[in-house]
Structure formats: C-alpha cells, structure tokens
C-alpha cells in the first residue's frame, strides 16, 4: 500500500507562515488526487485543499487568498504553503491521496498528521 508522511507542521504566531510536505512512499504517478484535511478539537474532519496530478486544485473558501496547495509528481510529494495564519487555523493536518498508482493499482492513503498551532 501507499504510505504518507508529512512534516513542516509546528509552532506559528498569527500571521506567521508554514510550509508542510507529503511525501509518498512509492511512485504514484499522476492518475490520482493529493490533498489536505484537517481536523481540530472537536470538529469534523474537513477538506483544505487538493491537487490532481494535472495541476487542477481546489480549496475550503476559509482558506482561498492564503494557503496554496502544489504538488511535484516526479518526488511523489505534495506540499501545502500556509500564509497569513489565524489562530482559526489550529489543527492536525493530514495528508490524504486517492486514485491510481504508477503501475495502474488503486489505492486510498492517510498520513499519521501533523499538528499546526497558530497562537501568540
């Protein structure tokens, strides 16, 4: 199967700025959609933003203006630049990836998450 795992999250005063990475473990081509959720204290689970491996992207209105999602599909990676964060922000950020792999198999991949706290 297809392992995810991010980095970049931490630590960011209101503001500030975070970079996060998602990097697969196997080549996954570009037959397939790669993307963020997050989840904070209490709430659902929702969708921040997603590429397709063509570039085609979509983002949670809270966030359209500040955070740019992009991928690099010869590393198998996506990232997800945070800009100007609130402290609404606040929240485990996962990496999420879905369709068809580089030898054609379908697959469906969580990352484990990583925590993004925006606070003073």
């Known amino acids: 199967q297809v392992h995810l795992v991010e980095s970049g999250g931490g630590l960011v005063q209101p503001g500030g700025s975070l970079r996060l990475s998602c990097a697969a473990s196997?080549?996954?081509?570009?037959?397939?959609?790669m993307g963020w959720y997050r989840q904070a204290p209490g709430k659902e689970r929702e969708l921040v933003a997603a590429?397709?491996?063509?570039?085609?992207?979509n983002y949670a209105q809270s966030v359209k203006g500040r955070f740019t999602v992009s991928r690099d599909n010869a590393k198998n990676t996506v990232y997800l630049q945070m800009n100007s964060l609130k402290p609404e922000d606040t929240a485990v950020y996962y990496c999420?990836?879905?369709?068809?792999?580089?030898?054609?198999?379908?697959?469906?991949?969580w990352g484990q998450g990583t925590q993004v706290t925006v606070s003073s």
């Open positions: 999420h990836a879905y369709g068809v792999n580089g030898v054609g198999l379908g697959f469906n991949s």
């Open positions: 196997e080549s996954i081509g570009s037959s397939n959609t």
């Open positions: 590429m397709t491996g063509g570039g085609a992207a």
